[in-house]
């Protein structure tokens, strides 16, 4: 399973930009799928996460703010940022959960993006 993101980019504070992305490769399906970040000299945090459900997670800095969903027929993910502020800096990674082959006995992987930065101008 490749990721690929898209949709990060210099952004003034209060601004609302949206994140993207998509899986591709061999997928039997997809569990998990979510955003994490890292900012320079910290460690990466969960930011948010849906299951295939639509069940969904947020860290507590960004609920109220950000928003994810998922498209399952597409097997892509969106981050909905509003509201941003300078402390929303950070390289943003998309992340996946998926099955390794086409059944619960092979077991899952997590799967990650390459990373996009969102930088926020104050």
């Known amino acids: 399973v490749q990721l690929q993101a898209s949709g990060g980019g210099l952004v003034q504070a209060g601004g609302s930009p949206r994140l993207s992305c998509a899986a591709s490769g061999t997928i039997f399906s997809i569990y998990g799928m979510g955003w994490y970040r890292q900012a320079p000299g910290k460690q990466r945090e969960l930011v948010a996460a849906?299951?295939?459900?639509?069940?969904?997670n947020y860290a507590d800095s960004v609920k109220g703010r950000f928003t994810i969903s998922r498209d399952n027929a597409k097997n892509t993910v969106y981050l909905q940022m509003n509201s941003l502020k300078p402390e929303d800096t950070s390289v943003y990674y998309c992340?996946?959960?998926?099955?390794?082959?086409?059944?619960?006995?092979?077991?899952?992987?997590?799967?990650w993006g390459q990373g996009t930065l969102v930088t926020v101008s104050s």
């Open positions: 849906i299951n295939s459900g639509g069940t969904t």
């Open positions: 992340w996946c959960n998926a099955p390794r082959g086409p059944g619960y006995s092979y077991g899952s992987y997590d799967y």
